[in-house]
């Protein structure tokens, strides 16, 4: 007696049909149980993180650490712009510019966890010379007028910037910013997905992936308009502590695109881990007219312009000024 493939005896089928069942359900139970398994582990990470930033920005919240700050900016340069030049390598057409700048960061946070971190650079040196007009420091400002409104609100981000170099000017280079995405206050307009593990200075870490969705965003781009962020969070599972970020923004309007990532490292003064370095990646478009050369129109041409950043932080202290905000709204741009 054979069986074909695919059949059975009569007398067998009831009891293979139930053990069919029975296996069917166990292997759906066993895939919905993994599921929910992982995703419950997942919302427990998430958990934790919050947990952590809550208390890091309260931590983290009045600090100042020195900032060495190197800015590099690789675009087209017009008195290059023949031609002849264009139709070559683009090494004939780009102009490369350094700059270096020492600093102070002021970190702060505003009241209540749903307001990101705002920081101010001090800069008293620019390339090895010191900063002439640098009537006094900014923690002196703010140990004489400890209330940012409206118009100080206003100084203290051009200023923030104002030896920045490049066609980029914003406040979204903070080392925190990432975080934000972790608080309660954000985490349910945001998707995570863990994308892998890695191990970060001898501490395994969660890789996880995650996406904005939904107002409001945390970063404005030109006019208002909402751009909302990507990026990777490495998050140690059991304590929600969070050693590195990485975020991404893409800017339409401007054809403008930023990547920043941030490692974390232990500071035995705080106690508690703080932003070692910061690297940016700036990238959009550069449009520009070749020189007219006998007799030809001129014609527009692009570029893509790139500005390349170094930031690293050391000497962390407390800074010993209770600040407080009246301005509303406060976000990076």
């Not at 950043?309 to 301005?327: D, L």
Request: charged content about 25%; some cysteine; hydrophobic content about 35%.
């Amino acid at each position: 007696m054979s069986i074909r493939p695919g059949a059975c005896p009569g007398w067998l089928a009831p009891i293979g049909a139930v053990l069919v069942a029975l296996c069917a359900a166990s292997l759906h139970d066993t895939a919905a149980s993994g599921e929910r398994d992982a995703q419950t582990t997942l919302t427990a990470v998430l958990r934790r993180a919050g947990a952590y930033v809550s208390v890091y920005k309260r931590q983290l919240g009045s600090v100042i650490a020195d900032e060495y700050y190197v800015q590099r900016i690789n675009e087209p340069d017009p008195s290059k712009f023949t031609s002849r030049a264009v139709a070559g390598t683009n090494s004939t057409i780009l102009s490369w510019t350094r700059q270096e700048m020492t600093s102070e960061l002021l970190l702060f946070i505003q009241p209540g966890d749903d307001q990101p971190w705002i920081a101010f650079r001090d800069v008293f040196e620019v390339d090895s010379t010191p900063v002439e007009d640098r009537q006094e420091r900014l923690v002196d400002l703010f140990r004489r007028t400890p209330e940012v409104d409206a118009a100080l609100w206003e100084r203290l981000v051009a200023e923030s910037a104002r030896f920045n170099i490049g066609k980029v000017y914003g406040n979204v280079n903070v080392p925190t910013t990432a975080l934000q995405l972790l608080t309660w206050a954000d985490q349910n307009r945001v998707r995570f997905e863990k994308d892998g593990e890695d191990r970060i200075d001898g501490v395994d870490t969660w890789r996880i992936d995650f996406e904005e969705f939904a107002p409001p965003a945390l970063i404005i781009g030109e006019g208002g308009v909402p751009i909302y962020a990507t990026g990777r969070l490495w998050i140690e599972p059991g304590t929600g502590r969070v050693l590195r970020t990485e975020i991404e923004t893409d800017d339409p309007t401007i054809e403008l695109r930023t990547e920043v990532t941030v490692h974390c490292e232990p500071d035995p003064r705080l106690g508690l881990l703080v932003p070692a370095r910061m690297s940016e990646r700036y990238r959009y478009v550069e449009f520009y007219y070749p020189q007219e050369r006998w007799g030809r129109s001129r014609t527009a041409r692009q570029h893509d312009g790139e500005i390349f950043c170094e930031a690293t932080y050391s000497n962390f202290r407390r800074f010993e000024t209770e600040v407080s905000f009246t301005v509303p709204d406060v976000g990076s741009h």
